[in-house]
Each structure stands twice: as structure tokens, then as C-alpha cells.
């Protein structure tokens, strides 16, 4: 899945902080979702963006955490004020209409 | 509901068995595909279908779109294959099945 980039890799916060990953997908792809693997579980949505815009946040914890995708850049995904439950790893994926899926590596957040 | 559904969601399997794992899904679709994440790792895409069957080395992919089930199949599965693999559809937006932890012991 080479061309989605994800940065960091693992990212380490004190409760309170924030935490802010970055998805760089290939150029040409500008659909962008955000999912959330809890440790042990399954993937769960949490937003879909394409550039400058907010597709589907109905995913998205209303509170401490937002997106974005601007017209230049990586897409965000910003966790203000961290806790401990946001301890989980975070994949990025880039897809189009063609169907194809690309993911990232996944940021692995640790909540101390 | 889940939109797709998974079975098993655990298997363990000796070194060199057959091995099956199925999905189901409730949506209408583009694209399935399955993937295959390792302990600790990334998410890497197994096989894009839209129909048919598709093979790639020991894994063979299979779907049929009006009974809207696919399933993996394993041949001569080695204790590298452990993983969890993930259903996934791709419909109005991407669902994802909460994947099946295989586990195969040499």
C-alpha cells in the first residue's frame, strides 16, 4: 500500500495534550477516511473528507476531535486534550471510484 | 446490524490445513476486498473483487454477488499466515468487517 504515508508512526501523549497525525496520500487521490482500531477490536469509521471538505464526521467524537483536509498538505486528524481511551491506532485510507484502497501504515497513539 | 458480517471471528488451524473464512454483506457494492493485518502491523490489501475469483499464490478470493458472500481461502496454510483478515465493502462509503483472527500452529 505504498504511496499512503502516515506520520507519525507511533506518537506518545500525556493526558491533557494533543495529538495531531498527519496522512499524506498519492497525489491524485482526494477521497481521505480516518478509522480508529481500538486495541483487540475491529475497525470503526470516523470521517471522510475530500479536500477542503467534510464529507461524513458521523464517526467523529463531537468533542476534542477534528479533521481536515486542506487544498494543499496532509490530512489531520487532531485529538485535543487527550485520555487514555484515545489510545488506539489510527489508519488513513485513500480511495477513488475506481474502488481501490489505500491505507497507511496506521499511527499508533499511547496515552500515558 | 453490521453491514458486513465475518465468520469465524477466531480460528485456530495445523500447519498445512485448508482454511476458510467468510463474508457476508448487507449493502450494495463496488468492490470487496480482503486484508490481512498482522499483529502490531499495517493493514495490507489481500485481493480487490467485483466478481469472479481471484488467486494469488496459496490464497484464492471468491464472491458471489447475488447471494453477496465472498470467502478466503487458504491453501497449505503456514503459522506466517496468522493474522487477522478483514472484510471489506466498498459502497456509499468503505464497511469493514471485524475481521477473523487466524492463528496456525506449526
Known amino acids: 500500500n505504498a504511496g499512503v504515508m502516515q506520520n507519525p508512526r507511533h506518537l506518545v501523549r500525556r493526558r491533557g495534550q494533543e495529538a495531531r497525525l498527519r496522512c499524506s496520500p498519492m497525489k491524485g487521490h482526494s477521497h481521505v477516511y480516518w478509522y480508529r482500531q481500538l486495541p483487540e477490536e475491529g475497525l470503526k469509521f470516523m470521517v471522510y473528507l475530500q479536500k477542503e471538505n467534510i464529507i461524513d464526521e458521523s464517526g467523529m467524537p463531537k468533542e476534542r476531535f477534528s479533521a481536515e483536509f486542506p487544498k494543499e498538505g496532509p490530512s489531520i486528524l487532531r485529538i485535543q486534550q487527550v485520555v487514555r481511551g484515545d489510545s488506539a491506532a489510527y489508519f488513513c485510507?485513500?480511495?477513488?471510484?475506481?474502488?481501490?484502497?489505500?491505507f497507511g501504515e496506521g499511527s499508533r497513539l499511547t496515552v500515558l | 446490524k453490521n453491514e458486513v458480517e465475518q465468520s469465524p471471528q477466531n480460528l485456530t488451524a495445523q500447519e498445512g490445513e485448508f482454511i476458510t473464512i467468510n463474508c457476508s454483506y448487507s449493502?450494495?457494492?463496488?468492490?470487496l476486498h480482503w486484508l490481512q493485518q498482522h499483529p502490531g502491523g499495517g493493514i495490507v490489501s489481500l485481493f480487490m473483487l467485483s466478481s469472479g475469483k481471484k488467486k494469488h499464490g496459496r490464497l484464492i478470493a471468491t464472491i458471489n454477488i447475488q447471494e453477496k458472500h465472498s470467502s478466503l481461502h487458504i491453501t497449505a496454510s503456514h503459522p506466517r499466515d496468522s493474522a487477522v483478515y478483514i472484510c471489506?465493502?466498498?459502497?456509499?462509503?468503505?464497511?469493514f468487517g471485524t475481521g477473523t483472527s487466524l492463528t496456525v500452529i506449526p
Open positions: 449493502v450494495g457494492i463496488s468492490a
Open positions: 471489506a465493502v466498498t459502497g456509499n462509503q468503505f464497511y
Open positions: 485510507l485513500a480511495g477513488e471510484n475506481t474502488g481501490e484502497l489505500f
